[in-house]
């Protein structure tokens, strides 16, 4: 075994899987009286799910048509939407773990009452799986299944310090506080580099010379480069970005010069297919089984009117968007796209 080959591969590991039921009842009153009702489609939208230290909260929204038909013999639509909220035992489930929730409708009955009063009521299942990142010393095997997984390029921590100057809109006499959050941290892998680029928010609170205190605002960007052997550019990049410090000194009663250090973790995966072993004993974990791949070529041509007369055509810039696909027996459906094209004379 010691000769096997194998490749670090960042996945999710499988904490838990359970099931659960919810009844969601409802009485509605139809904006008219009603012979009969026809049919009420239903559907389970903006499904969402949170794990709590071992349960995993499901929320979302059971989404009606209603077709009745009126005393005046038409058929008759209204829309009906019913939030609902289930909690499911998920045994070893941490919060801030990663959560997943499919939903179905088992089944869904009514009564009609004088005529214009819904009762209704709709038993749903939920299957969630709760999972955390994990890295995994994969034993590759040419004969085992091919699947498509993050491989890990490299990972590092650094920190990052930012300093600065601000101007008080008016004098003070001290700074009660200074806190601090980060937006739009991002990331960009390069060859062997990793690129960030963030803004820093500070909320400056301060006392002025006529002790009463006031509110300021500043937003600071900043950047940073991380070294990361082996990194390329298009290679995937996630970070975790965090405040370990904030110093600020005041000085002249309007200047307050401030210094921020960060703890970024930078971890660079790259796509991959490859075959690997199965472990009956080994950890469970959720990966895309690699069915088939497949390329095809097409050819698009279009004419296009300019907005005035060329003498030549310089460049054309295109590119393809609202790609969607599905799945269909032994083929895959490719529709709904769009080609955005550029032309510069």
């Known amino acids: 075994m010691a000769d096997q080959c194998t490749q670090l591969l960042k996945l999710d590991c499988l904490v838990c899987e359970s099931t659960g039921e919810a009844c969601v009842e409802s009485r509605f009153v139809l904006p008219r009286k009603a012979k009969k009702i026809a049919e009420i489609q239903a559907r389970v939208v903006d499904l969402c799910a949170e794990v709590i230290d071992c349960q995993v909260m499901v929320s979302g929204v059971l989404h009606k048509q209603i077709f009745f038909v009126g005393e005046d013999h038409h058929v008759h639509h209204v829309p009906e939407d019913v939030p609902f909220t289930v909690f499911i035992d998920c045994p070893g489930a941490v919060t801030g773990q990663n959560a997943t929730v499919s939903a179905r409708i088992v089944k869904l009955t009514h009564t009609l009452e004088f ?127 965090q405040i370990l410090r904030v110093d600020r000194f005041l000085s002249n009663g309007r200047q307050v010069r401030q210094r921020i250090v960060l703890s970024v973790f930078v971890k660079v995966t790259r796509t991959c297919e490859l075959n690997v072993a199965e472990d ?26 300019l907005n005035r007369p060329a003498r030549k055509i310089q460049e054309i810039q295109a590119r393809v968007e609202d790609v969607a696909a599905e799945v269909i027996p032994n083929k895959v459906l490719i529709y709904n796209s769009r080609i955005d094209a550029r032309n510069h004379a």
Not at 133 to 152: H, M, R, T
Request: charged share 25%; hydrophobic share 40%; aromatic share 4%.
């Open 115 to 241: 005529c214009q009063e819904l009762c209704q009521r709709a038993v749903l299942q939920f299957v969630v799986r709760v999972t955390e990142d994990c890295q995994v010393n994969a034993i590759l095997d040419p004969n085992g299944p091919l699947v498509k997984a993050e491989c890990v390029v490299g990972e590092t921590t650094r920190a990052v310090t930012v300093e600065n100057e601000v101007d008080l809109d008016r004098r003070a006499k001290k700074i009660r506080d200074v806190q601090v959050a980060l937006e739009h941290v991002k990331a960009e892998a390069s060859d062997g580099q990793v690129h960030l680029q963030g803004v820093i928010v500070k909320s400056i609170f301060y006392i002025s010379e006529d002790d009463v205190e006031f509110y300021q605002e500043e937003r600071v960007p900043f950047s940073a480069m991380v070294e990361v052997a082996g990194a390329e550019p298009g290679d995937n990049v996630s970070l975790k970005a």
């Open 280 to 305: 009956a004993n080994g950890p469970q974990v959720m990966a895309s089984r690699v069915i088939s791949t497949n390329s095809r070529q097409i050819l698009v041509e279009n004419a296009a009117d």
